[in-house]
């Protein structure tokens, strides 16, 4: 199942299933221009990033609540590995579900 | 040019050079589902159609104003036709500036 969580159990938080996200879910997460910018870095990372590594315009709570969107409109997973929060991009499963929305957004210079 | 404008040219409302749109103009347009709605109607539809023509849950007003909002951020074309304020999507220009966008999306059975 590919929403099995890794490492950390207890403190990982909840991922939604991803067929049971909406357009409308994925509109709303991506049309805030520093969520944009998590998911252009995770796509371009080879493995999951910790949430510090990402600099990003804003304080660390906004940082936060910016991943938390992302996690629940189903485009990123979050687990732990040691104490850093680490970030990977579902980008199989959204590709499933969303059939070349990411390559099509983020084939635009000014995605992010 | 593409923004030539057709027909009643004193009463219709100008039209950006869809070149300069940007990504986050597109979202913004397309995040609210009333939009997507009437971007569904014009893609489904052969001809231009007119507001009255396209039924929308909202009051004429906010439907006006949702209108003014695609034809601000590229997606569509309004033009006089009599008394009628028509409406036709900028599909081709669209898809040379955002290169399968439209299609992505639309795909999705909750696209509006």
């Not at 949430?51 to 979050?78: D, M, N, W």
Request: hydrophobic letters at 40%.
């Amino acid at each position: 199942m590919a929403t099995t969580q890794r490492g950390g159990r207890e403190r990982v938080p909840p991922h939604p299933d991803i067929r049971t996200i909406s357009l409308q879910q994925v509109l709303e997460a991506l049309v805030d221009p520093v969520r944009r910018l998590i998911v252009s870095e995770l796509y371009s990372a080879p493995d999951a990033l910790s949430c510090g590594t990402i600099e990003l315009p804003v304080s660390k709570s906004t940082a936060t609540h910016h991943f938390h969107v992302l996690r629940e409109a189903g485009l990123i997973r979050q687990y732990y590995m040691g104490t850093s929060r680490m970030n990977a991009l579902r980008r199989d499963e959204f590709e499933e579900s969303f059939p070349g929305l990411l390559g099509a957004l983020m084939a635009r210079a000014d995605w992010a």
